[in-house]
């Protein structure tokens, strides 16, 4: 298949946060990139920049908004970003079905705008869990996603062929 005919979302994590995930919306939309969290995403951005994609995605949350707005500098496109609820954390009102459809709906709009090309979404633990748990045919539990993680996912025209965990911010983790 050549290269081409691929069009790759890279699913990336939103950094570490100043507190923890709560199932209330309002607590949770509170939460901040920590220090740590900003250097992870100088780094994922870094790593991103090889292959120099066209397009950055992001949840409307801060915390990934301001993630997605480091990525777009160290990759330098000139773009703005494109904030959607598509993928907007979860929270204990949505089912859990639902959430990862509604996750999965980027898909059909990276594949209908940016076909053949390579794009970033900055998002949530929970929508790349259900979204790779699908894929993968596995449950949610058992897709390790941490703090600034990146999931390729390869499509061939319409077909999700692929999905590989990257960490190219590992080594600023520890």
Do not use: W
């Not at 076909?115 to 748990?133: C, N, P």
């Amino acid at each position: 298949m050549s290269e081409k005919s691929q069009t790759i979302l890279f699913l990336v994590r939103h950094g570490q946060t100043d507190h923890g995930y709560s199932q209330q919306a309002n607590l949770d939309s509170q939460r901040q990139l920590t220090l740590l969290g900003r250097e992870q995403s100088v780094a994922v951005g870094r790593y991103l920049a090889e292959f120099q994609p066209t397009a950055i995605y992001s949840s409307p949350l801060d915390r990934c908004r301001d993630m997605a707005d480091i990525i777009r500098t160290e990759v330098g496109l000139k773009d703005d970003l494109v904030i959607t609820k598509q993928l907007s954390e979860i929270y204990s009102t949505e089912p859990r079905q639902e959430a990862g459809e509604r996750g999965e709906s980027i898909f059909e709009t990276v594949l209908r705008d940016h076909r053949g090309e390579q794009v970033v979404a900055v998002t949530h633990q929970y929508i790349i869990g259900y979204v790779i748990a699908e894929y993968l045919g596995v449950g949610f539990r058992d897709v390790p996603c941490d703090f600034a993680d990146i999931y390729r996912l390869v499509f061939a025209d319409d077909t999700l062929v692929e999905a590989t965990r990257l960490q190219p911010a590992q080594a600023i983790n520890n």
